[in-house]
Nanobody
Framework: QVHLVESGGVSVQAGGSLRLSCQAS????????MRWMRQGQWVASITSSG??LYADSVKGRFTISRDDEKNTLYLQMNSLKPEDTGMYFC?????WGQGTQVTVSS
């Protein structure tokens, strides 16, 4: 059974950094395309071959990665802006986690 659990969301000030984690079970992260979403908007993707794609709004500030040994997906978020505020979800296909809240204050 596919299970995704996000963590790492907190309240930070603008300019700060966070790293979100998504622990996966029931499948191998490295075998699938994975993505991070923010309240219905696509943020970043990593393909099974390791290629990465980013929304223009986060390009150069966010980095998506995975740890194959830990079967975990990450989103490193730097130079955070108030508009980055939202509930972040990791997903694989139609499978989603419960989300983790990120709040960036100015």
């Amino acid at each position: 059974q596919v299970h995704l659990v996000e963590s790492g969301g907190v309240s930070v000030q603008a300019g700060g950094s966070l790293r979100l984690s998504c622990q996966a079970s029931g499948f191998t992260v490295s075998s699938y395309n994975m993505r991070w979403m923010r309240q219905g908007q696509w943020v970043a993707s990593i393909t099974s071959s390791g290629g990465t794609l980013y929304a223009d709004s986060v390009k150069g500030r966010f980095t998506i990665s995975r740890d194959d040994e830990k079967n975990t997906l990450y989103l490193q978020m730097n130079s955070l802006k108030p508009e980055d505020t939202g509930m972040y979800f990791c997903s694989m296909g139609d499978n989603w986690g419960q989300g983790t809240q990120v709040t960036v204050s100015s």
